[in-house]
């Protein structure tokens, strides 16, 4: 099964609002784009991946992920994160209804597409299924078979909320990178000790790690 992607990105200036506590404001949004590039990156790499669609009204983040080979669609008005994921999926599936769509954070620097296409493989056996964070209160990913809704509901403890919609929870070891999404500086650090991207690596050397 070969899936399209979705990825939300709030525009930048808004953009890893936590973070700022463990790397300073200066940073923070420059992050956040390196996230959203490494995560592009690698998921544009995975085999089982036919297309990246990021959802983002943010015009830098527009055109340094679409010269990586996503393809950028715009945010629609006053819908959240789940809105602009479901706005994704649809737009996902206008050239064929019967696409798999999975929704992936945007803020895994780690990401390897080898652990990508394990989830997505396993995520494949079931109509919907999901992939908590490193915490276990949240979710990085969240796919819908051909034919299925998506039924997004991120934000927060959305692992709970998934779980009771009916969605498969997907319990795979050695996809560390996966679930390691980052919000906060501690969260910076474990991705770094994983191996995060180049764009990642750049911008973060010299602010968390001694």
Same mark, same amino acid.
């Given at each position: 099964?070969?899936?399209?992607?979705?990825?939300? *990105?709030?525009?930048?200036?808004?953009?890893?609002?936590?973070?700022?506590?463990?790397?300073? @404001?200066?940073?923070?949004?420059?992050?956040?784009?390196?996230?959203?590039?490494?995560?592009?990156?690698?998921?544009?790499?995975?085999? %089982?991946?036919?297309?990246?669609?990021?959802?983002?009204?943010?015009?830098?983040?527009?055109?340094? *992920?679409?010269?990586? @080979?996503?393809?950028?669609?715009? /945010?629609?008005?006053?819908?959240?994160? &789940?809105?602009?994921?479901?706005?994704?999926?649809?737009?996902?599936?206008?050239?064929?209804? &019967?696409?798999?769509?999975? %929704?992936? &954070?945007? /803020?895994?620097?780690?990401?390897?597409?080898?652990?990508?296409?394990?989830?997505?493989?396993?995520?494949?056996?079931?109509?919907? $299924?999901?992939?908590? /964070?490193?915490?276990?209160?949240?979710?990085?990913?969240?796919?819908?078979?051909? @034919?299925?809704?998506?039924?997004?509901?991120?934000?927060?403890?959305?692992?709970?909320?998934?779980?009771?919609?009916?969605?498969?929870?997907?319990?795979?070891?050695?996809?560390?990178?996966?679930?390691?999404?980052?919000?906060?500086?501690?969260?910076?650090?474990?991705? *770094?000790?994983?191996?995060?991207?180049?764009?990642? $690596?750049?911008?973060?050397?010299?602010?968390?790690?001694?």
């Amino acid at each position: 099964m070969i899936w399209s992607l979705v990825v939300p *990105l709030k525009p930048l200036s808004r953009a890893k609002s936590r973070l700022a506590t463990g790397v300073g @404001g200066a940073l923070r949004a420059g992050l956040a784009l390196a996230f959203a590039q490494d995560t592009v990156t690698a998921a544009v790499r995975c085999p %089982a991946v036919r297309e990246v669609l990021v959802v983002t009204d943010d015009p830098l983040a527009r055109a340094e *992920l679409s010269a990586l @080979g996503a393809r950028v669609v715009a /945010d629609p008005p006053g819908t959240g994160l &789940n809105g602009a994921l479901e706005h994704g999926a649809r737009c996902a599936r206008e050239a064929g209804p &019967n696409t798999p769509v999975a %929704a992936l &954070n945007a /803020d895994l620097p780690a990401l390897r597409p080898t652990e990508l296409g394990r989830v997505l493989s396993t995520a494949a056996r079931f109509p919907r $299924a999901f992939l908590a /964070d490193a915490d276990g209160l949240g979710t990085t990913l969240l796919s819908a078979a051909p @034919g299925r809704e998506l039924g997004a509901a991120f934000g927060g403890a959305s692992r709970a909320r998934h779980l009771a919609s009916g969605a498969v929870e997907i319990l795979l070891t050695g996809v560390d990178s996966v679930r390691r999404d980052v919000d906060t500086g501690e969260d910076l650090r474990a991705a *770094l000790a994983l191996g995060v991207g180049p764009r990642t $690596a750049a911008l973060a050397s010299g602010t968390l790690i001694p």
